[in-house]
């Protein structure tokens, strides 16, 4: 006997568990996606990036080619989106990453140098639990104040994620580290997703060992030849992956992926537009600076001034068609009032039975009549 399908549960507006809270709706959310024709690889950094942005992102936004950034923005307020991370692919093959803040901006240009999928790593099973919750931010090296640039993206690339503190965090909380490392050398940012194997404080005791002191008896040292190797195994586990200190915990962490190289080459004031507060590879005097800023605020004025004709357009036509309305109105009240004679409608004259048959008749004699005549034609004379 099949099965009888049950209904899908269907949830109301309404209902108090899809209400978000304030600590959900004030942490910074984000749009991963990208725009124009890329490769598959790179849309499978796109689903990688996105995991790293998890939860706060929306993992099943739909990438669609009649979408402009117009809709994105348009969407954006509502689900309490603040950042954009956008991938392009140049008509050479280089890929480019764009992190921009929203409403407002500012917006950040990268050039990806190069970079590694999570597919490259070794293949563990990573369970979706580890990105339920949002990861530890490790930011090193970006903050120097003589470079105004890298102020700016250590800002940026901090308030991408919630702010989080591994000493108070619960350590279940904590499962995945993402760490970003600028290079001064090479000029150029390493991004390096790390899953949080485990967590140990700094007491100078080892786990096994603290676990035999407090316990008071030998653990099962069936699988190990002596003593020493059961107090050692932990070193070895540890040699695996990398581990990073925090006050007094040690946080053992292994590569997950994805990996990227990232170039800064340009950072723009607004959504991408407005004045250019950086560029790697052009530099410009004072003079041209401030001929291009007068020119970006005689844009915006002329953006506004545009902006306001077409309101009051907009307005002067609504108020002259519902002028026109009320006239109209008032002409037909003022011609129901005056006339004498009511309006009739005409009856549509409506045929009986039989003379809707006597029609017929005539009708089908007509045809057998001229049926005949053509069947039974007289040939010409010669």
């Known amino acids: ?28 959310h984000s749009f991963v996606f990208y725009r124009g024709k890329v490769l598959s690889s790179v849309s499978n950094l796109m689903m990688d990036i996105r995991k790293i942005m998890s939860p706060y992102t929306a993992s099943q936004l739909k990438v669609m080619k009649k ?13 309490h989106v603040s950042h954009f991370i956008m991938l392009g692919q140049a ?14 901006g ?46 700016i993206l250590g800002a940026m ?20 580290c993402v760490l970003f490392d600028y290079q001064e050398e090479n000029d150029v940012l390493e991004l390096r997703q790390y899953r949080v194997q485990k967590i140990s404080s700094r007491s100078g005791i080892s786990k096994s060992v603290k676990a035999i002191v407090e316990k008071n008896r030998l653990p099962d040292l069936s699988s190990f030849n002596d003593i020493s190797d059961y107090i050692s195994r932990e070193a070895v586990s540890d040699s695996d992956g990398e581990s990073i ?8 962490m292994v590569e997950i992926g994805p990996r990227l190289r990232l170039k800064l080459f340009k950072i723009q004031e607004g959504l991408m537009e407005g004045e250019v507060l950086y560029h790697a590879f052009v530099s410009k005097t004072d003079e041209e600076k401030v001929a291009l800023r007068e020119q970006i605020h005689q ?14 357009n907009v307005n002067r036509k609504r108020k002259r068609q519902s002028h026109d309305g009320e006239e109209s109105d008032e002409a037909d009240n003022a011609d129901d009032a005056n006339s004498e004679i009511p309006h009739v ?8 039975k039989s003379q809707l048959r006597d029609k017929f008749r005539k009708l089908k004699n007509n045809s057998d009549e001229r049926r005949f005549k053509t069947k039974h034609k007289r040939p010409k004379r010669k």
């Open 1 to 28: 006997m099949a099965r009888k399908k049950q209904k899908a549960r269907r949830f109301k507006r309404g209902d108090k568990g899809l209400e978000e809270t304030n600590d959900v709706k004030l942490a910074p």
């Open 67 to 79: 979408n402009v950034l117009k809709d994105y923005i348009a969407v954006a307020g509502p689900l």
């Open 91 to 104: 008509t050479s093959g280089h890929v480019n990453l764009k992190l921009v803040k929203v409403p407002q």
């Open 106 to 151: 500012p917006s950040l240009h990268f050039k990806v140098e190069r970079f590694s999928l999570s597919s490259d790593f070794k293949s563990t099973y990573l369970s979706p639990q580890i990105f339920a919750h949002p990861p530890l931010v490790v930011v090193n090296n970006l903050s120097n104040p003589e470079q105004s640039h890298l102020k």
């Open 157 to 176: 690339v901090s308030g991408a994620f919630p702010k989080l503190d591994p000493l108070a965090i619960h350590s279940k909380k904590l499962t995945r």
């Open 245 to 252: 200190t925090y006050g007094n915990k040690k946080i053992h």
């Open 299 to 312: 844009k915006r004025q002329l953006k506004m001034q545009r902006r306001q004709e077409q309101e009051a």
């Open 345 to 352: 409608k005409k009856r549509r004259k409506v045929n009986s």
